[in-house]
């Protein structure tokens, strides 16, 4: 099945270098660009695409509210890309905001072709780019600056966990990819596939990136642990 792409960034060669890019590729068609949010909010409800690659910092509306737009989008409109957050910095705030938010991951535009190439399979099958050790910096770093969790609220929606459930949850958390937690845990790795959709149901979670943030912001696991 082919991948349906959407660029949105304020460089012109930027979009130019990425489309040429990916349409060279047999399961990826770009089909539709944008210099802005808002024209790229409004881009992707006309073409429906399957993943967009939205910068961070554009004028007009910048990658945080775009995204919030369409992954909470008003009533009638059914539609949710999958958004992958592309940015200059390793560590930039707007992008967790954009993982808070529902986004799928994010990237260094400066990250080799092959690894732009490849983020766009991950985000289209419905897995989060968070493998990169840059990734768990910067969710630890901004974890690191916010205040210790209240009592209540995500803490309280751990319990609906079993403690396999939760061990899988923490470590997800710590970077674990699906094949490192089987290891670990001494499981099947499809056994951990179905821990994680588990984990994912009950807590309401869209994906691994807001699994990430949801045991930081619980207290499940503190920046710095591990």
């Known amino acids: 099945m082919t991948i349906r792409v959407i660029i949105v960034d304020d460089q ?9 890019l990916l349409a060279a590729q047999s399961d990826i068609d770009v089909v539709g660009e944008a210099p ?21 910092r554009m004028p007009e509306m910048d990658g945080l509210a775009a995204a919030r737009a369409l992954l909470s989008p008003p009533p009638g409109v059914v539609h949710r890309p ?15 905001e954009a993982l808070r938010a529902g986004a799928s991951g994010f990237l260094l535009k400066d990250a080799p072709p092959a690894d732009l190439i490849s983020a766009v399979r991950i985000v289209a099958a419905g897995d989060a780019l968070l493998a990169p050790s840059v990734t768990r ?5 901004f974890a690191r600056q916010r205040p210790a ?7 309280l929606r751990l319990n609906g966990l079993t403690p396999r459930e939760t061990e899988v949850l923490e470590l997800i958390a710590r970077g674990l990819s699906n094949q490192e937690i089987a290891a670990r ?13 588990r984990v994912l149901a009950k807590l309401g979670l869209r994906d691994r990136a807001q699994a990430v943030i949801f045991a930081y912001e619980s207290g499940l696991v503190a920046p710095g642990e591990g």
């Open 12 to 20: 012109a060669m930027v979009r130019a270098g990425f489309a040429a």
């Open 36 to 56: 802005d949010g808002r024209q790229g909010v409004e881009v992707s409800r006309t073409v429906h695409p399957d993943v967009v690659l939205m910068d961070v």
């Open 82 to 96: 999958k958004v992958l957050m592309l940015t200059t910095f390793d560590v930039d705030d707007y992008v967790y």
């Open 137 to 141: 910096r910067l969710i630890a770093d």
């Open 149 to 155: 969790p209240p009592s209540g609220g995500p803490a």
């Open 185 to 197: 845990l001494v499981l099947a790795e499809q056994t951990v596939k179905t821990h994680i959709g």
